[in-house]
């Protein structure tokens, strides 16, 4: 079980957990949305487009097609953001924002990790600028995200560096495990997406968390274990439980992500007013 202390004359283990649905009940980028308009990093109809993409991402999830469609969206929206601006407005609305939707089962599962003596590792889809901060709210050790191309003007150019997606989060995975030494057959993974079926895989105990029709699918094919997460709560209002203090976010991959917390909902904008005429 998770609460066996790590033998560390073995080598040594962790436990990767994707975040959007799996750590936090909504996307982690999405969230951001009203925090950017206010911010004045995005318009009205920008905004209205991230709460419709936060419903379908909520209700169904997203395939890989949408996926791919949002990362273009979000690239070509997210060029010209200055990062500094990105980074404040991310840290001065983190915990309003994101400390509320973290599931509290999930947050048992990284203390009982912590307390094996396996490093946490964070690994989403999502820009560091946002993933980097939730990761050191949740005591991560490690933090793998997507990257966008900064200019010398310190502003977004639109450009992918590094796109922590698919088989490519799977590929970080086994590149931490040859840097930190990680025995990945002895090593934790939880997803709730059919896209990370590469990252869950890879490791010796994978487990399907909240997992879209696809991926229970294939855990049950599989024998994966299926976990069920639905109690959002404040992290505070746990600390009266906790046995592990948190530990600083180390970052591996950092990058934008922020620019992924607006996505696709400007024609939900256009058929409400044109439900109104």
Excluded at 4 to 14: F, G, I, K, W
Excluded at 46 to 74: I, N, P, S
Excluded at 201 to 226: C, F, K, M, Q, Y
Aim: charged content about 25%; hydrophobic content about 45%; proline content about 5%.
């Amino acid at each position: 079980m998770l609460w066996v202390v790590e033998n560390h004359s073995l080598p040594r283990t962790a436990a990767f957990f994707d975040l959007d649905k799996t750590v936090i009940a909504k996307s982690s980028t999405l969230t951001f949305g009203k925090s950017f308009y206010q911010g004045g990093l995005i318009n009205r109809r920008a905004a209205l487009r991230t709460a419709y993409a936060q419903f379908v991402f909520l209700t169904g999830g997203a395939d890989h097609d949408q996926m791919e469609r949002m990362r273009k969206y979000l690239s070509a929206l997210c060029r010209g953001w200055n990062v500094q601006q990105v980074k404040e407005i991310v840290a001065e609305t983190l915990h309003d924002l994101i400390d509320p939707i973290i599931y509290d089962e999930a947050a048992s599962l990284i203390e009982e990790h912590h307390s094996a003596g396996r490093d946490v590792v964070i690994v989403s889809t999502s820009g560091a600028e946002v993933v980097e901060p939730i990761g050191e709210l949740l005591g991560a050790d490690r933090v793998v995200a997507t990257r966008m191309v900064v200019g010398d003007d310190g502003c977004f150019t639109g450009e992918v560096e590094y796109y922590a997606y698919g088989p490519t989060k799977a590929e970080a995975i086994r590149e931490l495990a040859q840097s930190e030494g990680y025995d990945l057959d002895r090593c934790f993974a939880y997803s709730d997406s059919a896209t990370d079926v590469p990252m869950l895989e890879s490791v010796g105990h994978p487990h399907a968390v909240n997992p879209d029709r696809t991926l229970r699918r294939e855990a049950v094919a599989r024998g994966w274990p299926i976990l069920d997460f639905n109690r959002p709560v404040r992290l505070k209002q746990r600390l009266p439980t906790l046995s592990v203090p948190p530990r600083p976010a180390l970052v591996v991959a950092a990058a934008v992500g922020a620019a992924a917390a607006t996505a696709g909902l400007v024609w939900y904008a256009s058929r409400r007013k044109a439900a109104t005429v």
